[in-house]
């Protein structure tokens, strides 16, 4: 059974920089998609981007600048990086497998 673990820090002053883990267990993630997506409060879900099973990636045109993802194989985790955040990022943000295995989500809040 494959799980996934989002991580990182609750609470982000604005225009530094958010970084969140995703950690897999039960699979491997240079064999398929991953995603990052967010939930703003009171909004529908967003797709942020995208790491592929060779480690290519692709990000929303709407966050492409701000947006990097990255991975680390040896420990089974990829990364999303959003710089210079500003308090609309506020959201829960959701790492996914192949969009069928999904994290819990973690609460990130950016203050001003």
């Known amino acids: 059974q494959v799980q996934l673990q989002e991580s990182g820090p609750g609470l982000v002053n604005a225009s530094q920089t958010l970084s969140l883990t995703c950690t897999v267990s039960?699979?491997?993630?240079?064999?398929?998609?991953y995603y990052w997506f967010r939930q703003p409060p009171g909004k529908g879900l967003e797709w942020m981007g995208a790491?592929?099973?060779?480690?290519?990636?692709y990000y929303s045109p709407s966050l492409k600048s701000r947006t990097s993802i990255s991975r680390d194989t040896s420990k089974n985790q990829f990364t999303l990086q959003l710089s210079s955040v500003t308090p609309e990022d506020t959201a829960v943000y959701y790492c996914?497998?192949?969009?069928?295995?999904w994290g819990q989500g973690t609460q990130v809040t950016v203050s001003s």
């Open positions: 039960g699979g491997s993630i240079t064999t398929i998609h």
């Open positions: 996914s497998r192949g969009l069928r295995d």
């Open positions: 790491i592929d099973g060779s480690g290519s990636t």
